[in-house]
């Protein structure tokens, strides 16, 4: 569960070693409330996402807060799905691997394909583009999520492996200032990314609005020219 996680979110794979490392050594209490916490801090950065869509697409009232908290869990509840998925298809590999080997181990192969850059590419651009249609009040048009769904994606896989390249060269940081640079590196990999979601959502916005210019320009066109067509009612 651990390697799903830091394979999900590379940047915090000290924060999440830090918190297996607590669960290993016996601290239950401590634990379910890291856990609890979590959840809590997951759901409200959901909140904050969402108040900020509110924002960008302004033409649409916000939700209230017992619906965005709400919804904030049930994305809780996506994620974890997403994680567990994950280590069943991986187990599930592996025995294949153990029970049919062969030339082409099927674990290490999968394992190499989530890992790739375009396999992660793909997926959080399928992600941000399931966020820009959903997560709005007025859900735009799918065409118009799509090019900034893709560019969106790529960035926040590119800024991951950006982080996962500097963690290495901040080992002397992180010695001296233990799990705190850890968290500093994390809070910045979560602002970055934060903010080209919202620069994304508001170039959704644009190309929707621009979308909508054109069905009523088209629409007004159609008018017009079935009014110049029409006989007159001499004839």
Excluded: C, K
């Amino acid at each position: 569960m651990a390697n799903a996680l830091i394979e999900a979110f590379p940047p915090l794979a000290e924060l999440i070693n830090g918190a297996v490392d607590a669960v290993s050594r016996g601290a239950a209490l401590t634990s379910l409330i890291g856990v609890v916490g979590v959840i809590w801090t997951v759901s409200q950065l959901y909140g904050a996402l969402d108040v900020a869509f509110a924002r960008i697409f302004a033409e649409a009232p916000e939700r209230d807060i017992i619906r965005r908290t709400a919804r904030g869990f049930l994305v809780v509840l996506l994620i974890g799905g997403a994680i567990v998925a994950f280590v069943v298809l991986v187990s599930l590999a592996g025995l294949i691997d153990a029970f049919l080997p062969g030339e082409m181990p099927i674990a290490s192969l999968t394992i190499s394909v989530v890992r790739s850059i375009p396999f992660l590419s793909l997926v959080a651009a399928l992600v941000v583009l399931v966020t820009y249609h959903e997560l709005p009040s007025n859900a735009p048009r799918w065409r118009s999520a799509l090019v900034p769904a893709i560019v969106v994606g790529i960035a926040i896989v590119v800024l991951s492996q950006i982080f996962v390249a500097l963690v290495p060269r901040l080992v002397g940081v992180a010695a001296l200032a233990g799990s705190l640079a850890s968290a500093f590196i994390a809070l910045a990999w979560l602002s970055f990314t934060f903010q080209a979601l919202l620069y994304g959502a508001a170039w959704v916005r644009v190309r929707d609005e621009a979308a909508d210019r054109a069905v009523a320009l088209a629409a007004e066109l159609l008018v017009e020219s079935r009014m110049y067509h029409m006989p007159s009612l001499g004839r």
